[in-house]
């Protein structure tokens, strides 16, 4: 009869043993992932697997939205307008409600996957700014060895608190100018300014592509330069009243959600300082212009938080380059 106790007793342990880690794994793969292809630029099907197959590791399903699979290829060059983007930016942002939609019950949390151009990002940041999920995570296939795929940011109202002293020690590590004691770069640019209605927002992540601060600089100084898509009629040239400039060391930065993070709570919050300094000062709301040559998901991110009010700035390769 006791052993008979024991065996039930070690059965009903195993039951709720088993039980546990089934529950577990359940909440743990709560949601969907979304493989997001705007632009074929940076899209293979050896990636799409691997995106697909890290999507069904963290949720239990997972769709791909591929714009140029239903609208035909992307043959935009970096010449063209970038506002002819918007139209299949939109398209993607409609198919990833609508297939939102079709679930019986709504998505709490939700992994993003995107290829797409750094300006396409951007917009597609801005229209995801009204969505409402628990979390909504931005992921990022790494270039650097051992990382693979990770969780680069996640889109929250906390994107847009005050830096605290947690994200200062780690941008140490990665600003050329201490977050502290120094912060970012402000160039005043000399010159007839009373009409100038802009301002840049200068983010060169060291490891891309070569010379961007200075570039983009030239650009926001003078309202025109031939690598870059200024927004506007090229014949009624804008020019910046200056430029603010976050520069990173040299190298990528670490691929870590804690560090995109940090970087982007110091971005949009010195970003927001320097926007009202300036509109105390002019009387007047300015409108930013954003270079960047981040990853995709940054570009997102600063979408999300700054589209209504800034353009990012499409860099274009240089004729015969």
């Given at each position: 009869m006791g052993a008979k106790l024991w065996w039930l007793a070690a059965v009903a342990v195993a039951a709720v043993l088993v039980f546990a880690v089934c529950a577990t794994l359940l909440h743990g793969k709560e949601g969907v992932g979304i493989v997001v292809i705007v632009s074929e630029r940076g899209w293979d099907v050896t990636r799409l697997r691997a995106l697909r197959a890290d999507a069904l590791e963290r949720h239990p399903s997972c769709f791909t939205v591929?714009?140029?699979?239903?609208?035909?290829?992307?043959?935009?060059?970096?010449?063209?307008?970038?506002?002819?983007?918007?139209?299949?930016?939109?398209?993607?942002?409609?198919?990833?409600?609508?297939?939102?939609?079709?679930?019986?019950?709504?998505?709490?949390?939700?992994?993003?996957?995107?290829?797409?151009?750094?300006?396409?990002?951007?917009?597609?940041?801005?229209?995801?700014?009204?969505?409402?999920?628990?979390?909504?995570?931005?992921?990022?296939?790494?270039?650097?060895?051992?990382?693979?795929?990770?969780?680069?940011?996640?889109?929250?109202?906390?994107?847009?608190?005050?830096?605290?002293?947690?994200?200062?020690?780690?941008?140490?590590?990665?600003?050329?100018?201490?977050?502290?004691?120094?912060?970012?770069?402000?160039?005043?640019?000399?010159?007839?300014?009373?009409?100038?209605?802009?301002?840049?927002?200068?983010?060169?992540?060291?490891?891309?592509?070569?010379?961007?601060?200075?570039?983009?600089?030239?650009?926001?100084?003078?309202?025109?330069?031939?690598?870059?898509?200024?927004?506007?009629?090229?014949?009624?040239?804008?020019?910046?009243?200056?430029?603010?400039?976050f520069a990173t060391r040299s190298g990528n930065i670490p691929d870590r959600r804690e560090v995109y993070e940090a970087l982007i709570r110091y971005v949009h919050h010195h970003w927001h300082l320097k926007m009202t300094e300036m509109l105390a000062a002019k009387g007047t709301a300015l409108r930013g212009w954003v270079f960047t040559d981040g990853p995709t998901e940054i570009a997102l991110a600063l979408g999300h938080l700054l589209g209504r009010q800034s353009d990012l700035v499409p860099w274009r390769r240089p004729t015969g380059g």
């Open positions: 591929n714009v140029s699979e239903l609208l035909g290829r992307d043959n935009r060059s970096e010449q063209q307008d970038a506002g002819n983007s918007f139209d299949r930016v939109r398209f993607a942002h409609r198919l990833i409600q609508a297939r939102i939609l079709e679930a019986e019950q709504p998505y709490e949390h939700v992994s993003l996957y995107v290829t797409a151009r750094h300006h396409d990002a951007y917009l597609l940041g801005d229209l995801l700014r009204d969505q409402r999920h628990t979390s909504l995570r931005l992921i990022r296939q790494s270039h650097e060895d051992g990382v693979g795929i990770f969780e680069a940011l996640r889109l929250h109202s906390g994107l847009t608190r005050q830096p605290d002293v947690q994200d200062v020690r780690t941008l140490r590590e990665v600003l050329v100018r201490d977050p502290e004691t120094e912060g970012p770069e402000w160039h005043a640019f000399t010159g007839p300014d009373a009409g100038a209605r802009r301002m840049a927002l200068i983010l060169p992540m060291a490891g891309h592509l070569a010379g961007t601060r200075e570039k983009a600089l030239a650009a926001a100084r003078d309202g025109r330069h031939d690598e870059y898509v200024l927004p506007g009629n090229p014949a009624a040239r804008e020019h910046c009243v200056g430029a603010l400039v």
